[in-house]
């Protein structure tokens, strides 16, 4: 029964290329959700989403930054020309429909920007 | 929004003491509280979570308790020990589709 799982775990990339990480949810949920952790900070949401459909994007920025979850395959979350603000470790968590009380977290992804 | 203050930010016990971690929220329509311990380089693990209907829950060596007139909540964990070194966090529902996290309690236990 794997648990959530995020490729890559730790990611480098220099400033003004494209990040993309993904998020396999946990069998059987079909609910993902985005945070963003900096260093000594909590998390930060960014974006709900459901299979094909985006139900909350209040906490991602306006530009470069982008997810989807497809009927098949993983929830991506995609940055477009990465600056050094985005070093952050991006967290991935699902849960059925019945929502956040049930979620359980990825191992998340570590994005460096050089 | 929701606002979660997180107090102490940094904690040193003694193996077997007690730890004692606070949490503040503000939306008083919140219901649901959990703690997250998130160990170095891994996600965070739900630990123990409480809802607005009962004040304390408990759970081996550790326990929530909540006051809701107050609008706070605590973690506790009795006879600490060095596996229990890690980030607590505390979390508050901002929505239906958010959690609120506070900024993170590093528990460091000495053995």
């Known amino acids: 029964n794997a648990g959530v799982m995020q490729n890559p775990r730790h990611l480098v990339r220099r400033r003004g290329q494209e990040a993309r990480l993904r998020c396999s949810p946990m069998?059987?949920?079909?609910?993902v959700y985005w945070y963003r952790q900096l260093p000594e900070e909590g998390l930060k949401f960014m974006v709900y989403?459901?299979?094909?459909?985006?139900?909350?994007e209040s906490g991602m920025p306006k530009e470069r930054f982008s997810a989807e979850f497809p009927k098949e395959g993983p929830s991506i979350l995609r940055i477009q020309q990465v600056v050094r603000g985005d070093s952050a470790a991006y967290f991935c968590?699902?849960?059925?429909?019945?929502?956040?009380?049930?979620?359980?977290f990825g191992q998340g992804t570590r994005l460096t920007v050089v | 929004g929701e606002n979660v203050e997180q107090h102490p930010s940094t904690l040193s016990v003694q193996e077997g003491d007690s730890a004692v971690i606070k949490c503040t929220y503000s939306?008083?329509?919140?219901?649901?509280f959990p703690w997250y311990k998130q160990e170095l380089g891994k996600g965070p693990q739900l630990i123990i979570d409480?809802?607005?209907?009962?004040g304390e829950k408990k759970d081996q060596r550790i326990a929530v308790t909540l006051n809701k007139t107050a609008k706070h909540f605590s973690l506790h964990i009795t006879e600490t020990q060095p596996e229990d070194s890690a980030v607590y966090f505390c979390?508050?529902?901002?929505?239906?589709?958010?959690?609120?996290f506070g900024k993170g309690t590093m528990l460091l236990v000495s053995p």
């Open positions: 069998k059987g949920h079909s609910h």
């Open positions: 989403l459901q299979k094909e459909n985006i139900i909350d």
């Open positions: 968590a699902s849960s059925p429909p019945t929502g956040l009380t049930e979620a359980f």
């Open positions: 939306d008083s329509a919140s219901n649901y």
């Open positions: 979390a508050v529902p901002a929505g239906y589709s958010t959690l609120t």
């Open positions: 409480i809802r607005s209907n009962v």
